[in-house]
């Protein structure tokens, strides 16, 4: 890494599914990241979207949060509570950029049990939630049930290294566009008129907060195991 280059951070939470991700991650983007990973298993995004506070509050417009959850709500019947979590770190994490992995499908239980169908609810009203806001990201991974252990519930070896190069592409894109845009705004900053530079005023655009998540109220329970 060259003396210029700034580290830039990776910070990943997230429950089960975000085993292991880290070190994948680290590994496919090389020197000039710094990947973190906070993994809690079983947990549900009230837990996952309140930890590593204080490492979160200090990222920047160079780094990226990545959230890996879900799944654990849609289970416990708890769609909408989750995407409420979820707003919530959302509306208050405007300091980075943030990603946030679709719930997968579940391949220990039946194509038509009705967790699965909860989780298609699920990835629906989180892509509406956050479709104005552009310093997230939803990364939907084009998964088989070939990259899924034998019990079908969580990713293996080949599924979870096609998940973070999935991420580490989304990643590597997004930091080449920040790049081209600040250039971008240099070349322009240095064309500018010395006396509208002094006098003008700069309008920054506000970065949408999400809007809360409309759900349909849930039927009764849906909880499999």
């Given at each position: ?73 849609v289970n416990k019947n708890e769609t909408n509570v989750g995407l409420e979590h979820l707003r919530t770190f959302i509306h208050k994490r405007h300091n980075t950029n943030i990603m946030i992995v679709a719930a997968p499908h579940r ?90 530079k002094e006098g003008g005023t700069n309008v920054k655009k506000k970065r949408s907060p999400p809007h809360a998540a409309a759900g349909r109220k849930s039927k009764g329970p849906c909880v499999e195991s």
């Open positions: 890494m060259s003396p210029q280059a700034k580290t830039k951070n990776i910070v990943i939470i997230g429950d089960s599914h975000a085993g292991g991700c880290a070190a994948e991650i680290s590994r496919d983007l090389g020197k000039n990241f710094e990947v973190n990973g906070r993994v809690m298993p079983g947990a549900r995004l009230e837990n996952i979207t309140n930890v590593a506070d204080d490492e979160i509050n200090k990222l920047g417009k160079s780094d990226v949060v990545i959230v890996i959850g879900g799944a654990n709500d391949h220990d239980l039946q194509e038509a049990s009705c967790v699965n169908k909860e989780i298609v609810v699920f990835n629906k009203k989180l892509h509406e939630m956050v479709e104005t806001v552009d310093y997230v990201k939803i990364i939907q991974a084009d998964l088989s049930r070939n990259d899924f252990t034998q019990h079908g519930l969580h990713l293996n070896i080949s599924g979870k290294e096609k998940m973070a190069k999935l991420l580490g592409d989304n990643i590597q894109k997004l930091m080449s566009s920040k790049e081209e845009t600040t250039l971008i705004q240099k070349l322009e900053e240095n064309l500018q008129d010395p006396v509208q």
